[in-house]
């Protein structure tokens, strides 16, 4: 049986233990829900849980270690030779016994020890398989006897019930701390090493962007220029200018949509709007370097500009485009929860309509507003497509935004592309680039939630 057969079997068996574990709850109340601690449904719930948790935790053990136990197996049955092969070339062999297995291998002579090892590897997934299965169903089945027969009146069904699906969500959040810690760890190791080879100093305030490999060993970090400061500063001139077009077109769209705009035109406009979020960032940079780029490069010509065909006032209009739905959704999601008696109150006190939008709504929606616009600024300055197809890779440091700039995300990736050394600062720089990123936001998210506190402290 395969795994998603197993697993919807397992389904099927933790619906049948939640009627049985109904059934009985009622049955031993005599059909009377006041004779039972909990309501009958968390005795059923507890009968489904003990069914399924034993089963899952042995099928995710089993599952993790099947590969590895079972390449140990088949390697220890191969030839003298092959086992006494280097661990690399050890490993192609077992790749190639696993791609023979799943029917990868397109060579007409296949080497009969090879076809005797990949048979022996076909069977032992079958019998691992087969085990398994009995053992995840006998489980799943005895576990809801058990259960079955521990349910009782006064048993406390919806505190068990209750610890396990808060446990479950513990283990989520969990897992997403875990994963940020991890990320984190990954780049400040590699951000380190970087350090190691180019001096913070230079990488901080250096005005230079060119990080090229080293020739000779004692060149590490010494044949090329590794200043970030071009490539932040690009990045936030990108970002200011998509900022200065997202922030105030997104506010005034979602005041227009929440207070002025009837259903009839909310209904159409509103989704309208957020198509804009769901076309992809490449049909943008498409957009960007055919259409807007040379328009902006021909306009600035016509009175005079020297424009590049390449321009970080292209980037930025075309990501302020972009960008506008997420402004616009939040801010109009907070408009609309600020509480009516407010606004009555306000009307009740002789303001116009538009003075209580600006005197009442704006400041009590404000935290809401704010976390659109943060979301906005991480989503422009997260942003690659549109800045290399329509602002260019070139690191200058320039405030005119007729100028080619680029940005830190274009420079990892373009960094990372390829069959690269982790062992240079070349591509080490990229981790350094990261680490610096996350830094920059998590600064921005430490000035949004000031300015969240304070007005939640005035207004509620």
């Known amino acids: 049986m395969n795994l998603s057969t197993l697993l919807f079997t397992l389904a099927i068996l933790c619906c049948f233990s939640f009627l049985i574990g109904k059934r009985r709850a009622l049955t031993i109340a005599g059909g009377k829900r ?10 059923g719930y507890y009968a489904s849980l003990w069914c399924a948790v034993p089963a899952l935790i042995i099928l995710a053990l089993w599952t993790g270690f099947e590969s590895s136990i079972i390449t140990t197996l088949v390697t220890r049955d191969l030839p003298t030779e092959l086992q006494n092969l280097p661990s690399d070339r050890l490993n192609l062999v077992i790749n190639d016994i696993q791609n023979l297995v799943s029917g990868n291998i397109v060579s007409g002579e296949i080497d009969p020890t090879m076809r005797a090892a990949a048979d022996h590897y076909q069977n032992l997934k079958q019998v691992s398989q087969a085990a398994l299965t009995v053992l995840v169903l006998t489980l799943a089945i005895l576990s809801a006897l058990l259960a079955y027969r521990r349910i009782h009146k006064a048993q406390r069904a919806r505190n068990g019930v209750e610890r396990a699906i808060m446990f479950f969500l513990i283990s989520c959040s969990s897992v997403a701390v875990f994963t940020t810690i991890g990320i984190v760890l990954s780049v400040l190791f590699e951000a380190i090493r970087f350090f190691q080879a180019v001096p913070i100093s230079d990488f901080l305030f250096g005005l230079k962007w060119s990080p090229q490999m080293a020739i000779r060993e004692d060149q590490v970090g010494s044949s090329g220029a590794f200043g970030a400061i071009p490539l932040f500063a690009g990045t936030l001139l990108i970002s200011f200018i998509a900022m200065l077009v997202a922030a105030p077109t997104g506010l005034m769209a979602a005041i227009y949509l929440s207070e002025y705009a009837s259903k009839k035109v909310r209904s159409i406009t509103k989704p309208l709007l957020e198509i804009l979020a769901g076309i992809p960032t490449v049909v943008y940079g498409f957009f960007a370097a055919l259409v807007v780029a040379p328009f902006i490069r021909d306009s600035g010509g016509l009175i005079g500009l020297d424009v590049s065909s390449e321009s970080a006032l292209a980037a930025g209009l075309v990501m302020g485009v972009m960008i506008i739905p997420f402004v616009s959704s939040l801010s109009d999601d907070a408009i609309n929860a600020v509480p009516q008696a407010m606004r009555d109150g306000s009307y009740g006190l002789g303001a116009t309509h538009s003075e209580t939008i600006c005197q009442v709504i704006i ?24 800045v290399v197809m329509a602002a260019g890779l070139s690191a200058n440091l320039t405030a005119n935004p007729l100028q080619a700039v680029t940005t830190v995300t274009v420079q990892m990736v373009t960094l990372l592309v390829g069959d690269q050394e982790f062992d240079s600062p070349k591509t080490l720089a990229a981790f350094a680039l990261g680490l610096m990123l996350f830094v920059t936001t998590l600064a921005l998210n430490m000035v949004a939630l000031h300015v969240v506190r304070k007005y939640r402290e005035q207004y509620e």
């Open 34 to 43: 006041c004779n039972l601690h909990s309501l009958p449904g968390y005795y």
């Open 363 to 386: 400041p009590a929606a404000l935290p809401g507003i704010v976390g659109g616009l943060l979301l906005a600024v991480s989503r422009a300055i997260g942003e690659t497509m549109i």
